[in-house]
């Protein structure tokens, strides 16, 4: 059996659709007063993070993600959860099947700039964040991660 068909899986797989799938890596990033960073974007709000390239970690994705999107140099921790989300794109026309890990992190520094000027950085309550997510498998990382401590 494959390790990702044991992990939550949102949206609907339909078997006459050909699923392009896409690894990637998103991040819980609290500003130290309960607020996570977000991410809108012309697609939705989302977690940062993003595609992982071929030469990538996933924790290696989350942090050049967290940069290019937020400005932000930052550690990851210790954290993690994975899901799937079937989804399509509009802006590439394109369904795919993202298999996502979530960690989470802490800013160590800001950069000069971000690379993605359509990415506006948001700072959310956490317990406000999920309403706002556009994919399932991150609402349920948000929540996940809300209750980390919990038990």
């Known amino acids: 059996m494959n390790e990702w068909q044991t992990i939550p899986v949102f949206g609907e797989r339909s078997e006459s659709v050909r699923y392009t799938l ?4 998103y991040v819980l990033l609290d500003d130290g ?3 996570l960073a977000l991410v809108r974007t012309p ?5 940062p993070g993003g595609g992982i390239e071929a030469d990538e970690t996933p924790v290696q ?11 932000f140099v930052v550690r990851v921790g210790y954290w993690a959860a994975w899901a799937v989300q079937f989804c399509y794109s509009e802006s590439e026309k394109t369904h795919f099947e993202k298999r996502c890990t979530f960690v989470d992190a802490v800013v ?5 700039s971000r690379t993605e000027a359509d990415h506006e950085l948001l700072w959310v309550a956490s317990a406000a964040a999920p309403a706002l997510m556009t994919h399932e498998s991150q609402r349920w990382a948000i929540e996940a991660w ?4 919990a038990g």
Do not use: H, N
Not at 22 to 25: D, Q, Y
Not at 61 to 71: F, K, M, P, Q, S
């Open 61 to 71: 994705a989350a942090t050049r993600e967290v940069l290019e999107e937020c400005g």
């Open 146 to 149: 809300r209750s980390r401590t």
């Open 43 to 47: 697609q939705g709000v989302f977690l």
């Open 108 to 112: 160590e520094s800001v950069a000069l």
């Open 22 to 25: 896409r690894p990637g890596a």
């Open 33 to 35: 007063r309960g607020q």
